[in-house]
């Protein structure tokens, strides 16, 4: 028996074969007056086995979405899954996936150097206490220190 083909892309990945941490393009779309966007998965942990703790979530969103911009003007959107296994990266035009991850390996080293969460306050953020500078830090040195694993999507 086939499985009906699903509209969202990450719905159609087997979660079961994948080996965290990875770095896959998800999609690449075409808009009507040629513009080109595509949204990569930053896998920062193997789905169904470990997940971030939303406080470090909130904090990776907050800090790559400020820092990767010093690195890109290409950056539109850093987006937490909603199963807290890694996000959504996505990029304005086409980009070679290994210059993804040197913006991807850049900004994680910013975070590794960071001394506050920006906008981790009630004025700029619908939560600012959920936060954890010391977790989003150790996440991403978890992520940095299986560089070499990163295009290996498929176990």
Excluded at 5 to 14: A, G, H, I, K
Excluded at 108 to 113: P, Y
Aim: glycine share 6%; charged share 20%.
């Amino acid at each position: 028996m086939t499985e009906q083909r699903m509209n969202v892309e990450s719905f159609n990945l087997d979660h079961t074969l994948v080996a965290a941490p990875y770095l896959r393009l998800a999609d690449r779309k075409q808009l009507p007056h040629g513009d080109v966007i595509v949204k990569y998965d930053v896998r920062f942990t193997q789905p169904n086995r470990g997940h971030l703790e939303m406080p470090v979530v909130h904090s990776l969103e907050h800090l790559f979405a400020e820092k990767s911009r010093n690195h890109s003007d290409a950056v539109v959107d850093f987006s937490p899954m909603g199963c807290q296994t890694g996000f959504y990266l996505i990029l304005q035009g086409d980009h070679d996936v290994a210059d993804v991850a040197a913006l991807v390996e850049k900004t994680l080293g910013d975070i590794t150097d960071a001394v506050e969460v920006p906008a981790a306050n009630e004025v700029q953020c619908g939560w600012g206490a959920n936060h954890t500078l010391s977790g989003a830090q150790q996440a991403a040195r978890d992520f940095l220190a299986k560089r070499n694993e990163w295009m290996q999507v498929f176990a």
